[in-house]
């Protein structure tokens, strides 16, 4: 009985470990066709964070363009910018209903869009602007408001998978013992 215990304690925790730590990407979306796909990530003020695979074969194709094509797709998703000489500036997006909107001007002097990219390993802020960003096959950028905080970590599939086979492996231990303890009767 004491290892069926530990056994639902140990998924118990595996599955808060995991989820808590990557509960806030909420949704997922693939946009557009092409033989190339990157990764866009949107994390709102409020923590919630939006992950979209975009796929696309034209050369010279930026994170803007990216950007823009998801605002294109998606119904649920508005963004605002202001064009100015040196470049595009995100001012807005709304996902959902969830909307923030900032241009750097007022106190706490973070309140507007961050732009990260991720090519190998950490993210890292970005020097220069999205429309200047030629995205790769397999480039991750990321958009994070109101913080120059990274971009929150998507789960791992193996975090996933590694919690879905302990509660598996819990119910199955319980389920023995049930039998067990029955057939003893």
Do not use: C
Not at 42 to 61: K, M, P
Not at 129 to 147: C, E, I, M, P, V
Request: charged share 15%; proline share 2%.
């Amino acid at each position: 009985m004491s290892i069926s215990r530990f056994t639902v304690g140990a998924s118990a925790l595996v599955l808060s470990v995991t989820s808590a730590s990557h509960a806030a990407i909420v949704a997922a979306y693939s946009v557009g066709t092409g033989a190339n796909t990157a990764a866009v990530q949107i994390d709102q003020e409020d923590g919630d964070g939006y992950l979209f695979n975009v796929a696309w074969d034209a050369a010279g194709y930026t994170s803007w363009d990216a950007l823009l094509d998801i605002d294109l797709a998606l119904s649920a998703l508005s963004i605002t910018f202001d064009t100015y000489s040196f470049g595009t500036f995100l001012t807005g997006v709304t996902i959902d209903g969830d909307t923030d909107y900032g241009t750097g001007d007022l106190w706490p002097i973070e309140n507007y869009w961050h732009f990260w990219l991720r090519d190998s390993g950490a993210w890292e802020q970005a020097a220069f602007g999205a429309d200047d960003r030629l995205l790769f096959n397999g480039a991750s950028d990321g958009w994070t408001f109101g913080s120059s905080t990274a971009p929150q970590s998507v789960p791992a599939p193996g975090a996933l998978v590694l919690s879905l086979f302990s509660v598996a492996v819990s119910r199955a231990r319980r389920r023995s013992i049930r039998t067990s303890a029955s057939q003893v009767k």
